[in-house]
Nanobody, 121 residues
C-alpha cells in the first residue's frame, strides 16, 4: 500500500513562515501529480497547490505569490513553503498524490492524515 506522511505544521503569527513536507512510501510504480489541499472548520476541502512530475505547478489565487510548492522525485516527497501567512490560512493541510501502482493502471488518489496550521493575528 501507499502511505503519505506529512510534517511541519504548527502555530505561527501572521506574517511568519512554515514549511510542510510530505513523504510517500510503500510499493508503487510511479507518483504522478502531488499536491496540498486544506480544510478550515465548517468549509469544504480546497486545493492549495499542486505540482506535476515535470515540475509544472498551479496555485489557488489566495496563495499565489506567498506559497511555493516543490518536489523531489527521487525521494517521493513534496514540499509547501508558506510565507507571509495570514489568519485565513488556518486549516488542516492534507497531502495528496496520484499514484500508479503498476505501469498501466489509471492511478489512484492517496491522502495523508493532515497537519494543522494555525496562524494567529
Amino acid at each position: 500500500q501507499v502511505q503519505l506522511v506529512e510534517s511541519g505544521g504548527g502555530l505561527v503569527q501572521a506574517g511568519e513562515s512554515l514549511r510542510l513536507s510530505c513523504a510517500a512510501s510503500g510499493s508503487f510504480f510511479r507518483i504522478n501529480t502531488m499536491g496540498w489541499y486544506r480544510q478550515a472548520p465548517g468549509k469544504q476541502r480546497e486545493l492549495v497547490a499542486r505540482i506535476g512530475r515535470d515540475g509544472s505547478t498551479n496555485y489557488a489565487d489566495s496563495v499565489k505569490g506567498r506559497f511555493t510548492i516543490s518536489r523531489d522525485n527521487a525521494k517521493n516527497t513534496v514540499f509547501l513553503q508558506m510565507n507571509s501567512l495570514k489568519p485565513e490560512d488556518t486549516a488542516v493541510y492534507y497531502c495528496n498524490a496520484v499514484v500508479h501502482l503498476r505501469l498501466y493502471d489509471l492511478g489512484g488518489d492517496y491522502w495523508g492524515q493532515g497537519t494543522q496550521v494555525t496562524v494567529s493575528s
